[in-house]
């Protein structure tokens, strides 16, 4: 039987991490930023400006193509850099779409490193 820290090990060997100040520069490059963090956490603390907002309970939904709830952002071959409150859930998020076909995904961490470094932020 599998725990949370066997899930988080997995994600973490595939899932590449870096810290959120070195994806600033990728910011207004084409690359895709998503939020994962729940709808209270991102109204609470606003999310990283431009970026698509997908819950991670509704990430399989929103990422299979061919699902109602598909959000067009998420293409297979789109370079997304994924961001929630700790990393955590990222690297999670980052697993599943790795397994679902997603080629270039990348755990940016938490949205303080982001907001600490400077990253350009919105409203949640």
């Known amino acids: ?16 991490r870096i810290p959120g100040a070195d994806a600033i520069s990728k910011h207004g490059t084409g690359a895709v930023f ?16 431009g970026a698509v907002w997908v819950p991670r309970g509704m990430l399989e939904f929103m990422a299979d193509a061919d699902n109602q709830y598909h959000n067009p952002a998420l293409q297979k ?10 990393g955590g859930q990222a690297a999670l998020a980052g697993k599943t779409l790795q397994d679902m076909g997603f080629t270039n995904v990348t755990n940016i ?15 949640g």
Request: charged share 25%.
């Open 109 to 123: 961490g938490g949205i303080g490193e982001w907001k600490e470094a400077g990253g350009p932020m919105q409203d």
């Open 77 to 86: 071959d789109a370079e997304l850099y994924l961001v929630c409150g700790a």
């Open 34 to 49: 998503v939020d994962v963090r729940d709808s209270s956490a991102v109204a609470k603390t606003g999310t990283i400006e």
């Open 1 to 16: 039987m599998k725990t949370a820290k066997d899930y988080m090990a997995a994600a973490n060997a595939t899932v590449t």
